[in-house]
């Protein structure tokens, strides 16, 4: 069953938190890092769009230009899925916080 807009804000909201915590256990809590956890959320957003439009589309998509050339490609959600995934591995080492493990059912709640 997917899951409700309100549902995915809450998790969002419980992450933010979350590393929050990590970076206040840390006394390394400041505006910068605060800067660096709103990007991180954005890039979740984003990579969550982006998986769901694999699951939704596929790994190859078809393509046709209206110039009468049709044909099949590797859907580009893949590859900036990757890129928004290494960013946000980036601002975790940044902040020197570990990322989020997934829990294990695979319901999209995070665990940190």
Not at 26 to 37: A, G, Q, R, W
Not at 60 to 69: A, D, M, P, R, S
Not at 81 to 105: C, F, H, R, Y
């Amino acid at each position: 069953m997917p899951r409700k807009k309100e549902d995915n804000l809450k998790n969002y909201e419980e992450l933010e938190k979350e590393l929050t915590d990590q970076l206040i256990t840390n006394n390394n809590y400041n505006k910068v890092t605060k800067e660096l956890i709103e990007k991180y959320i954005k890039y979740t957003k984003i990579e969550d769009k982006l998986i769901k439009d694999i699951d939704k589309r596929g790994v190859n998509v078809t393509w046709n230009n209206g110039g009468g050339q049709k044909g099949v490609k590797r859907n580009d959600s893949i590859q900036e899925s990757t890129k928004v995934n290494a960013q946000k591995l980036k601002i975790l080492d940044k902040l020197g916080i570990k990322p989020p493990e997934a829990k294990g059912d695979g319901d999209g709640e995070y665990e940190v």
